[in-house]
């Protein structure tokens, strides 16, 4: 039976761009509903590093507003929203310690997986997170409640794993499941059942409408814009005034589309869009060169997933994410694929190349790897994928598209971000942009059944480990771009400094001689670092 003891070594988030290690945060108590969990392993994602820049600022740090009792919420001892401490890490695998008398889906001794974003606690902008608005795994031992991690339809956010694979390779689940879910998420190509609409300009909607019911409709001209308040679930623009379109695409509610209905007209200059909304409020753009506003939502496609023969662009592939888009894509089975994956450092190219490029030579996929400081990228792809959180470069690729061509702005650019984007040219050649934040249980289910029938090894995305002593040089290799890949975070280890894998035979030589044959984390690899504690 584990020994629990009273304190534990944490890192805690205490302000924008500040964060402490404890080395003596006390151990939550554990209430009836409650779940004592003891962290085997959490990677650090970039999604850290917004917490670290927003804190109380972060849509998933406010207060949660719904989906459970509120009062329920003071008796939740990891519960720490706005200017509140708290603890990071939402890619952890956890094992149970202890729960209390009430808990039903869990018992001790259960191995899990977090799924970090609890869908049903609400809060104004988002919803509640683990490691955000509720303590995370950088920290050796978290409560949880089962309210939280357990919906009202029963949807579990703790996800059984087996004995088999080591904590590194579930820990990066949750990286590889985000990257997974950006291809399934299911886009709308009508009118929100329910919704809002705000109808700017003259123009029918009687068409667009007919199979809908709304809950309401506001017409306005397009000098009224500014009169006009909340938000709305779609927006139909009828007309090319590029001002007026940029102040009707700030009334774009969570999920809401924006079709602008051009009727002939050009927009005469590049638009200014909020591309951190694409990305975490889910909004979308749509339209048509014609008069019928149908014709804009229906080329919105059914998902995001990749298509027969596409041309692929990935921006910002050598990065951690990008390695793993890359190896989705060339690990994904669609017929006549081609892939072209870019960064800036010869050095993460190279990294790229040998990792992805034995499974894409086996898959038959064809694999360019380019470096556009030197190699700049031509027009005519499919599909981009952008991994850099700068917004001129995802505008840089929508104008690589051809026609029909998606772009997935995956990197997480914070809403409230503006970039100019070739409007006229993403209607006239159907370019459908789309962001999502976050992953699904389903999705990293999708990528559980992907490591037991060997399609992928997520490990192959692991740079370096490290113990609570090295997080400040995690970190700062995550938000500068430095690190070659993701880094996990064993808790238990006080005193480990950051240690890149590749390091390990002349730092921890018992350890990198249980890496594989091709110099992969193992978990025979894992227990001989534990065993340095």
């Not at 599909?383 to 702005?409: E, F, K, M, R, W």
Request: glycine residues 10%; charged residues 20%; negative net charge.
């Amino acid at each position: 039976m584990t020994q629990i003891p009273s304190t534990q070594y944490a890192i805690q988030i205490v302000g924008k761009e500040e964060f402490v290690l404890n080395p003596a945060k006390p151990v939550d108590p554990v209430g009836p509903t409650q779940i004592l969990l003891e962290v085997e392993a959490c990677g650090i994602c970039f999604s850290d590093t917004k917490l670290l820049h927003q804190f109380d600022g972060h849509p998933r740090k406010s207060d949660v507003v719904g989906g459970i009792d509120l009062d329920a919420l003071k008796d939740i001892p990891s519960y720490h929203p706005n200017q509140e401490a708290v603890t990071p890490g939402h890619e952890p695998v956890v094992r149970v310690v202890q729960v209390g008398e009430k808990v039903t889906h869990y018992k001790v001794g259960d191995r899990l997986l977090v799924q970090a974003d609890w869908k049903h606690l609400r809060t104004a902008k988002s919803n509640g997170a683990f490691g955000y608005n509720f303590d995370g795994a950088l920290e050796e031992y978290v409560v949880v409640d089962e309210r939280c991690v357990v919906s009202p339809d029963g949807e579990e956010y703790l996800i059984h794993v087996s004995e088999g694979p080591s904590a590194a390779a579930v820990g990066l689940i949750e990286p590889w499941a985000t990257v997974e879910g950006s291809y399934a998420w299911a886009e709308r190509n009508h009118v929100a059942d329910g919704g809002r609409l705000l109808v700017v300009g003259e123009g029918d909607i009687d068409a667009l409408t007919a199979e809908h019911k709304l809950a309401e409709v506001v017409r306005v001209a397009a000098d009224a814009i500014e009169g006009v308040e909340g938000e709305f679930d779609d927006v139909v623009f009828f007309g090319a005034d590029a001002d007026a379109i940029e102040k009707a695409a700030l009334l774009i509610g969570t999920r809401g589309t924006m079709c602008v209905v051009l009727g002939g007209e050009t927009i005469s200059r590049k638009v200014s869009l909020d591309i951190g909304r694409v990305h975490y409020d889910f909004i979308r753009f749509c339209g048509t060169t014609g008069s019928d506003p149908r014709e804009g939502y229906a080329w919105i496609p059914a998902n995001g997933d990749l298509r027969e023969n596409d041309r692929c662009v990935f921006v910002g592939a050598a990065g951690p994410m990008g390695v793993m888009h890359t190896m989705r894509a060339v690990t994904s089975g669609v017929p006549g694929i081609s892939v072209v994956g870019t960064d800036l450092s010869d050095e993460r190219l190279a990294n790229l190349a040998a990792v992805v490029g034995p499974t894409a030579e086996k898959n038959g996929v064809p694999l360019d790897i380019v470096n556009t400081s030197s190699t700049p990228l031509e027009f005519g792809y499919t599909y981009a994928t952008c991994l850099v959180p700068v917004p001129a470069l995802v505008s840089q690729a929508v104008d690589l598209l051809a026609q029909g061509g998606i772009l997935n702005a995956f990197a997480g650019i914070p809403a409230g971000t503006f970039g100019d984007f070739d409007l006229q040219g993403i209607i006239e050649r159907q370019i459908f942009m789309l962001g999502t934040s976050g992953s699904d249980v389903s999705d990293m289910r999708t990528v559980l059944r992907k490591i037991e029938d060997g399609i992928i090894d997520t490990t192959i995305s692991l740079w370096a480990v490290t113990g609570m002593a090295g997080f400040g040089d995690a970190i700062n290799s995550v938000i500068n771009r430095t690190s070659g890949g993701k880094i996990m975070v064993f808790p238990s280890l006080h005193d480990l400094g950051l240690t890149p894998v590749s390091e390990l035979a002349e730092k921890l030589p018992t350890v990198a001689a249980k890496l594989d044959a091709a110099g992969l984390w193992t978990k025979e690899a894992e227990e001989a670092l534990l065993a340095t504690r």
